[in-house]
């Protein structure tokens, strides 16, 4: 099953615009990761946040995490029309001893990019 | 250098047909994960290696559903007695060790049973 939710489920913007996506989880994590997924390339790992993290900044890409409510956002700025493509958050549990290694993924944010 | 393989891309079987699908790892990552991707929806986790120790089957919706790594390399998903419901993307990752989460891709095999 999946482990959250995304939203918007589906998101146009205009280039040079910017694209916010939110992620909500159930269980606790050791950590959070954004992927994303387009016809050409498969699914890409864009970013990790460790659950003793607030904030990450990778290039364009700016991500929170909240673990007191359980949800995550991506920022991506100036966005282009390269960067349409499905994204998903996915959350690494928590378990005594360690963390296991399997990813629960959301169910995505499709985002389109106007040129 | 080179990124993770599936063979075939594509399958198409009739009910009832088994089918193997395959998955190359990169060279050298432990850890090799199976996740079943339906229309749109999220991967969803199927099983888990590490080298050639299946570790967790937890995904595995049925026991049609059988997967190995016997070197700790190469691995292979057998789906028998294939159902309509098992069609979906089929997507393997690795990662180089057991501790380190980002997980790399491959592009998949789109399977269709009719």
């Known amino acids: 099953s999946q482990q959250g939710e995304e939203d918007p489920q589906a998101l146009s913007i205009q280039e040079g615009e910017n694209a916010t996506m939110n992620c909500s989880y159930k269980?606790?994590?050791?950590?959070l990761q954004w992927y994303r997924q387009n016809s050409g390339r498969g699914l890409v790992h864009l970013i990790l946040?460790?659950?003793?993290?607030r904030e990450k900044h990778s290039g364009r890409l700016r991500v929170t995490l909240d673990t007191s409510k359980k949800s995550s956002s991506l920022l991506i700025t100036a966005s282009r029309a390269a960067d349409t493509a499905s994204y998903f958050c996915?959350?690494?549990?928590?378990?005594?001893?360690?963390?296991?290694?399997?990813?629960?993924f959301g169910t995505g944010t499709l985002l389109a990019v106007q040129p | 250098g080179a990124g993770v393989s599936q063979s075939p891309r594509y399958k198409v079987a009739k009910r009832g047909q088994d089918v193997a699908l395959r998955c190359d790892p990169i060279?050298?990552?432990?850890?090799l994960f199976w996740y079943q991707q339906a229309l749109g929806q999220g991967p969803e986790f199927l099983t888990y290696?590490?080298?050639?120790?299946?570790?967790?089957k937890s995904g595995l919706p049925s026991d049609r559903f059988f997967a190995e790594r016997p070197e700790g390399s190469v691995s292979t998903l057998k789906i028998q007695r294939t159902q309509q419901e098992d069609s979906a993307v089929y997507l393997c990752?690795?990662?180089?060790?057991?501790?380190?989460?980002?997980?790399?891709f491959g592009p998949g095999t789109r399977l269709t049973v009719t």
């Open positions: 060279s050298g990552h432990v850890s």
């Open positions: 996915a959350t690494a549990g928590a378990t005594y001893g360690g963390a296991t290694n399997k990813l629960i």
């Open positions: 269980t606790s994590i050791n950590n």
């Open positions: 990752a690795s990662s180089l060790e057991v501790m380190i989460y980002e997980q790399y």
């Open positions: 290696f590490q080298n050639e120790a299946q570790l967790d």
């Open positions: 946040i460790r659950s003793n993290e």
